[in-house]
């Protein structure tokens, strides 16, 4: 469909004739065979290391509209599109400073990593992508070397390129390929390890469960009747997929509850009654969702080898000279703490 040959339902917005225009893309997401094959620790550790990039690339796309949407730079100036700025202001917030636990503040990309931890999955890529930015590589140099699926590199190049369009087109392409499903897909994987773990910290998880359903009243009312042996207890049986199940509370709590409709306003207000906009953003969202499918497809072949027991790299190798991940970390100590206010925490 060319811009401007619109095909309006009548009484339809268009903000949902662009949803129905991009539903066939979304509906072939949804049902990507993908959710059904990451069944088990090894194939959730092959999602993992490769689905990190696109947490990653995810902060790309609201940064790239924080920079056109809010005033970044001094002097100061004043932003024409204020409700879009708070939008998108409050998802940066949400995604890059969640306090998920009491007084504690991390980014969801860090929080995710932490999760990986948990589940055995190979950080090193995405954590040597990183320190390639931080060197001055660009991604596309950064990317090259890496031990991931081919189709996981084009994903992020498909993004970054995203990045650089208009902010209506990058509003859409970051409201309408959403990832619905996944936090199904991973409780799924979780209730499946948390039935093989010890009778103790399947009896803590429960006892946590209680406590953080139970009213703040509640709470204070239990804790002389529980005393040090409760506590004891806690400590001594800790959830060893804490990270992991935060990170999907956040998601589902963040994505769905709150930046899903912040974005929709944000999208509606950038474009307002702008035919050519419209058309432009549905065009960006439907480019994000075959960019997605494209991953999925590239995913699922790695897991489909690693099930074979075959290597789940696609093309490009990935050279670390023996050391293993924490030599690497102690190297990047090593070089932070050498470099002039450098931080070697």
């Known amino acids: 469909m060319q811009p401007n040959s619109r095909h309006y339902r009548k009484g339809e917005s268009p903000f949902a004739l662009l949803c129905r225009r991009v539903e066939p893309f979304q509906a072939k997401l949804a049902t990507h065979y993908i959710y059904t094959r990451v069944r088990d620790e090894q194939g959730l550790r092959v999602f993992m290391k490769n689905h990190v ?61 932490r999760a990986m931890g948990e589940i055995g999955a190979d950080p090193r890529p995405m954590l040597r992508f990183e320190q390639s930015l931080r060197g001055g ?17 084009q994903f992020v190049l498909h993004t970054l390129a995203t990045a650089q369009g208009k902010p209506h087109e990058v509003a859409a392409s970051l409201l309408l390929a959403r990832e619905d499903l996944i936090p199904v897909m991973f409780d799924n994987v979780l209730k499946e390890m948390d039935k093989r773990a010890s009778g103790g910290v399947r009896a803590a998880r429960a006892l946590r469960g209680v406590r ?61 009654d702008d035919e050519l906009m419209w058309e432009e953003a549905t065009l960006a969202a439907r480019g994000a969702l075959e960019a997605r499918i494209a991953l999925w497809d590239g995913v699922l072949r790695a897991i489909e080898r690693s099930a074979q027991g075959g290597d789940d790299r696609q093309d490009a190798q990935e050279t670390w000279g023996g050391r293993d991940l924490g030599q690497w970390l102690d190297g990047q100590r090593a070089d932070a703490a050498a470099t002039p206010g450098g931080d070697a925490g």
């Open 212 to 272: 953080d359903g139970a009213s703040e009243a509640t709470r204070a009312a239990l804790r002389p009747v529980l005393g040090g042996p409760y506590h004891q207890f806690l400590s001594q049986h800790p959830d060893p997929r804490a990270n992991f199940r935060i990170y999907l509370q956040r998601h589902v709590a963040l994505d769905g509850e709150e930046h899903g409709p912040m974005g929709r306003a944000m999208l509606m207000e950038l474009c307002g």
């Open 137 to 153: 590589r660009t991604p596309a140099e950064a990317l090259a070397p890496l031990g991931i699926c081919d189709a996981t590199k």
């Open 53 to 113: 990039f696109a947490v990653w690339d995810f902060m790309t796309l609201t940064k790239s509209l924080q920079r056109t949407l809010t005033c970044v730079d001094t002097p100061w100036l004043p932003t024409d599109k204020p409700l879009a700025a708070r939008m998108i202001n409050e998802i940066v917030l949400g995604e890059e400073t969640d306090e998920v636990f009491d007084g504690e503040y991390i980014s969801h990309y860090t929080l995710y990593l």
